[in-house]
């Protein structure tokens, strides 16, 4: 065993675990190397969007959920499928409708005639990775049936806990320009995705590649490059990223002008702090790195962050977004690099 | 796993230090707004040192206090409401110190109205120790406000505390050209200015770790702050003592007092009757029954009316312009004698008053500050009361026995052309039989007195025709006789011809206590100038009931007397020639010559000045490449990778790219690329010094220095050439 934690590079030892100890510049690369060829992979079937793919990737090393909102024919549900794929663990897929129960999400528990006692039957989120396409077509909730599960890792039906597989994505899918029949997905929950990703249309270059080659690049062909072990300790690996004392003011300091900014009605919570820092070092690991820098941040806090910031009613009617909001607040706030106001 | 968790981000801050933190702040708010009220009232009490007593002074600041108070008040209000209350209050201020000053001679509105139309030309005209009055004070108290407003603003509420330092110093700036050189150096005003500006400053300065030129800082502990300490401890030290040693130099290479915003006002105009007022005497002696007004004195005393000490041969005029004063005469003795007066039928704009005034009272003045005469703008009234405290001339007969001529004013001695014969003849004759300039003086005196008479009736005139008739002319055909106007005239003329600087004055004998002064009253008199004495009257009026003895006789005599040219050559040496300049230039005499030679020559100060000068560029220089110094070699490898950073910012600063501090490593390099120098790998570098620990080698640091190094050279040509010469 000892052996084995020695020679695994993408294995944090167990005496790891319990203390914070700076990792090696061995395992970052390591965990660099790993975290490519899984990106270059879903590359192969999410053409031209190495950065969104990057990014969804940081965010499954990173423990924390996908929402990917753009409109239809973008390869949403592609990069879903893909990154399903990628990893050679559990996945299922929920279409979510507006007739769709709770109880066709978390499972059922069942009578048994034969055994004379109620069985639990799990439902599609007990998977590794769950494909909530469509997630604001549900009714609320329905998708309020994700909140448990998707924060705390557990389902509870009938007073009974029931633990889903580790490690446990969502990534979720919605149409931001259809709204008719669509539930707005509530504030809270939107909180728990760690980030929002819009897909976005490809490049020419890209777009024309993808007419080329549809049926040769589809996400059930993909083979799986990790697998689950690996992901957690991946995950596992990301905790350890050392974060300099003053990236902690810089960090709360950022929160604090989104929460004063004048176009916001509420800013960043301190739940988008921890998923901004649990991504920064994942970001971090993924550049070969064992420590973050402010860079890391600048290139997370969008994604992370901009989703959180609920806009004050009149700033949203005159347009203003939460990515600008997060512009704005990279403006305010000095990076605590030595003489950096010089 | 908690325990592998980075420390928490959101940490709540104990009650105790946030507390700490909000009583600092809130001293250094108080102390700011402490000091910057205190400089706003000490600048506007520096006008008050050219007013009379202490009530300016109170009402600045009380101004000063108010208006800081208001803005203070409204600080965290909108801004709009700040100067809305800060208007009003001021309204409501000046209204209140109009009341206070104002002597209810005129309803309020025409006092408030008047006051603020005339404000600033009365404040720049009123003769110094001005008067409190609405017009006076108008301004001061205004400025006072509105620069206690404005630093409030730009300190209180928008912590700008350099800012906030900069309408108390206008306003500072501005009371010391009111008062210009009316008042001696408020040496204790500029020094407590200073320290208040100072101490705003200091409690508001950033700490050493927030400077732009701070040293590099990496994570880790917290800077020193000792050598902070001691550089400003030393550097106030070495200013303090250059300024104590240079500062009296630099001082004695100024030789010019401050201006004087009194010298570009139009004075008042006199009218004819003043400007002449010998003219009056002829009036006077003709209808001596004539009430001119009530004194009522506290002793007996020659009130003046105008004194005259220019004579171009035609009239006797007065020197140097009236000033508006209040009712304190500035540079007079303490008052011993006092009189009350009600105008009858004196009219003109001329006041009467014994020399020397101290204070007057119940009407307008303006005064004659070479002649200390007074003037009342609107002129005398029937029915005008005033009271006026004066300072009697008591002058020593027996030091001005021996005194010699004070010659020091040349307008006194100056005689027009073509004086007529007899009165060269009369200089002569005096000259001849008397030594001292007293003697002559009295000589002279008594001269007319014996050998003229007193007439009424005589016509006026005192040109020198006029002089040469009443001097010359036959008995017979109405010479020799004359009034006041023509033995004052006459004697001053002749005096000059003498040598001896004279003037003839115009007044009143008025006697103690209370009396109807009639124009009998009113005569012409000569006064003569002698040195340490001052000006002394004499009487060349004939004695009441005296035969004038022909003057031709007394001449005639003194000329068959007189001795050959070389016999007064040879046997005139006991006499002392008192208008000797040689004797003006006696041992005790400065010349400037001699007080330059105590000291160094003025060019030594110039090119030490130019030093000082020349040395500010090098200690520029000498203090980056310190700094650069320091920064590169000093401390262990991550702080000298993160100071080779901040010269490399400090240099593209000098070539004009300034990178904000809200941008990272990344984005400062991107800036950076402008300027087409290569800084490599100092980008990374300076992350890991700043983020992580340990991840800096001392091969990094000696990379990260020469490139530092060699980034002042790449860059130089885009520096402008002025920033390369200077720092």
């Known amino acids: 065993m000892h052996d084995t934690e020695q020679t695994h590079p993408l294995r944090v030892p167990r005496s790891m675990q319990q203390q914070q100890v700076t990792l090696g510049a061995a395992q970052a690369e390591s965990f660099a190397t790993a975290f490519e060829r899984l990106g270059a992979a879903i590359d192969t079937v999410v053409l031209g969007k190495q950065e969104v793919v990057r990014l969804a990737l940081t965010a499954m090393f990173a423990e924390g959920h996908i929402l990917l909102e753009d409109v239809p024919g973008t390869g949403k549900t592609t990069l879903a499928r893909a990154i399903a794929a990628a990893v050679s663990g559990q996945w299922r897929r929920i279409q979510f409708t507006p007739d769709l129960l709770p109880s066709d999400v978390s499972g059922v528990t069942i009578f048994n005639q034969a055994s004379g006692a109620f069985e639990f039957h799990p439902g599609p989120v007990f998977a590794n990775i769950v494909i909530a396409d469509e997630i604001n077509r549900a009714s609320p909730k329905t998708q309020s049936a994700l909140l448990e599960v998707m924060e705390e890792g557990r389902v509870t039906v009938d007073g009974n806990p029931h633990s889903v597989p580790q490690p446990f994505l969502v990534v979720a899918t919605q149409n931001p320009v259809e709204m008719d029949g669509t539930y707005r997905l509530p504030e809270a929950q939107l909180d728990r995705f760690l980030v929002k990703l819009s897909v976005g249309y490809p490049v020419e270059a890209a777009e024309i590649e993808v007419l080329r080659g549809t049926h040769q690049r589809s996400p059930e062909h993909l083979p799986s490059v990790v697998d689950t072990d690996t992901v957690a300790q991946m995950a596992e690996m990301a905790k350890h990223v050392y974060i300099a004392e003053p990236l902690y003011a810089y960090l709360v300091q950022l929160a604090n002008a989104t929460r004063n900014h004048p176009q916001t009605a509420v800013g960043v919570s301190p739940r988008g702090l921890i998923a901004l820092t649990r991504a920064a070092s994942v970001f971090a690991l993924s550049q070969g790195r064992t420590y973050i820098i402010p860079e890391d941040v600048k290139a997370l806090a969008g994604p992370v962050f901009s989703h959180r910031i609920q806009l004050a009613p009149d700033a949203a009617m005159r347009g203003a977004t939460g990515a600008g909001v997060v512009a704005d607040a990279f403006e305010q706030v000095s990076v605590p690099l030595p003489a950096s106001a010089a | ?727």
Request: glycine fraction near 8%; charged fraction near 20%; aromatic fraction near 8%.
């Open chain 2, 1 to 727: 796993m908690n325990e592998t968790l980075p420390p928490p981000l959101i940490e709540r801050t104990p009650p105790a230090p946030r507390r700490a933190r909000r009583a600092r702040y809130r001293l250094r708010v108080a102390t700011v707004a402490v000091c910057l009220t205190l400089m706003c009232a000490l600048a506007g009490a520096v006008a008050g040192r050219i007013y009379h007593g202490q009530l300016l002074a109170l009402l600045v600041v009380g101004a000063a206090f108010a208006a800081f108070a208001i803005g203070f008040a409204l600080r965290n209000r909108p801004a709009f409401l700040a100067p809305s209350a800060s208007a009003t209050g001021l309204a409501a201020y000046l209204l209140g110190a109009i009341v206070l000053t104002s002597d209810g001679a005129d309803p309020l509105g025409t006092e408030i109205v008047d006051a603020l139309v005339n404000a600033v030309p009365r404040t720049l005209t009123a003769l110094i120790p001005v008067e409190p009055a609405p017009d006076t004070v108008v301004v001061p108290v205004f400025l006072s406000w509105l620069a206690a407003t404005l630093a409030c603003e730009f300190a209180i509420r928008y912590g700008r505390t350099l800012l906030g330092c900069l309408p108390p110093t206008l306003l500072y700036a501005a009371g010391l050209y009111l008062v210009g050189p009316n008042a001696a150096p408020g040496t204790l005003y500029a020094v407590a200015f200073c320290v208040l500006a100072a101490a705003a400053l200091a409690v508001t300065a950033a700490p050493p770790e927030r400077r732009p030129d701070r040293d590099a800082q990496v994570d880790g502990p917290a800077p020193s702050r000792t050598p902070a300490l001691i550089g400003a401890v030393v550097t106030t030290t070495v200013l303090v003592a250059a300024v104590a040693v240079l500062g009296p130099a630099v001082a004695r290479l100024v030789t010019t007092s401050p201006g004087d915003p009194r010298e570009f006002v139009e004075p008042p105009q006199l009218t004819d009757i003043d400007l002449n007022p010998l003219v009056r005497i002829a009036e006077w002696a003709k209808y001596p029954d004539q009430e001119l007004f009530i004194a009522d004195t506290s002793a007996d005393a020659w009130m003046r009316l105008a004194v005259l000490t220019e004579y171009d041969g035609t009239t006797w005029q007065a020197t140097g312009d009236f000033r508006t004063a209040g009712t304190v005469i500035p540079g007079a003795g303490e008052a011993d004698y006092s009189a009350d007066v009600e105008i009858i039928e004196l009219g003109g704009k001329l006041v009467p008053a014994a020399a020397d005034p101290a204070t007057v009272t119940d009407l307008p003045i303006a005064v004659n500050l070479y002649t200390r005469c007074l003037l009342t703008p609107d002129g005398l009234a029937t029915g005008s009361k005033f009271h006026v405290d004066s300072a009697l001339v008591h002058t020593d007969p027996a030091a001005a026995e021996t005194a010699r001529a004070d010659l020091s004013d040349a307008a006194t001695v100056a005689v027009p052309m073509g004086t007529p014969e007899i009165m060269a003849t009369i200089a002569d004759y005096i000259n001849t039989e008397y030594d001292t300039p007293y003697a002559k003086a009295q000589g002279l005196a008594d001269f007319l007195g014996q050998h003229y008479a007193f007439d009424p009736e005589a016509p006026s005139g005192h040109d020198l025709p006029a002089l040469g008739f009443f001097l010359a002319s036959p008995v017979d055909a109405g010479g020799q006789r004359g009034t006041s106007e023509h033995f004052a005239a006459a004697y001053a003329v002749i005096a000059r011809l003498i040598g001896l600087p004279s003037r003839v004055v115009v007044g009143f004998d008025v006697p103690e206590g209370a009396s109807t002064v009639t124009a009998a009253q009113g005569l012409a008199w000569p006064e003569i100038a002698f040195d340490g004495v001052g000006w002394v009257r004499f009487d060349p009026m004939p004695a009441a009931g005296a035969v004038p003895v022909p003057p031709e006789d007394t001449l005639e005599q003194m000329e068959e007397e007189t001795p050959s040219p070389e016999e007064a050559s040879g046997g005139g040496g006991e006499a002392e020639d008192f208008n000797d300049e040689a004797l003006e230039q006696d041992g005790d005499f400065n010349d400037e010559a001699g007080q330059e030679d105590s000291g160094l020559p003025v060019w030594v100060w110039y090119a030490a000045a130019a030093l000082l000068l020349a040395c500010v560029p090098l200690a520029l220089k000498a203090r980056r490449a310190l700094r650069r110094r320091r920064r590169l070699s000093r401390g262990s490898p991550a702080e000298r990778v993160a100071g080779a950073w901040a010269e490399v910012l400090s240099e593209a600063a000098r070539a004009g790219v300034k990178v904000p501090g809200h941008a990272n490593a990344e984005e400062a390099a991107a800036r950076l690329a402008v300027l087409a120098a290569d800084i490599g790998v100092l980008p990374r570098l300076v992350n890991a010094a700043a983020f992580a620990p340990g991840a800096v080698a001392e091969e990094d640091a000696r990379a990260a220095a020469q490139v530092a190094e060699a980034y002042p050279r790449s860059v130089r040509h885009q520096v402008k050439r002025w920033k390369r010469f200077l720092t």
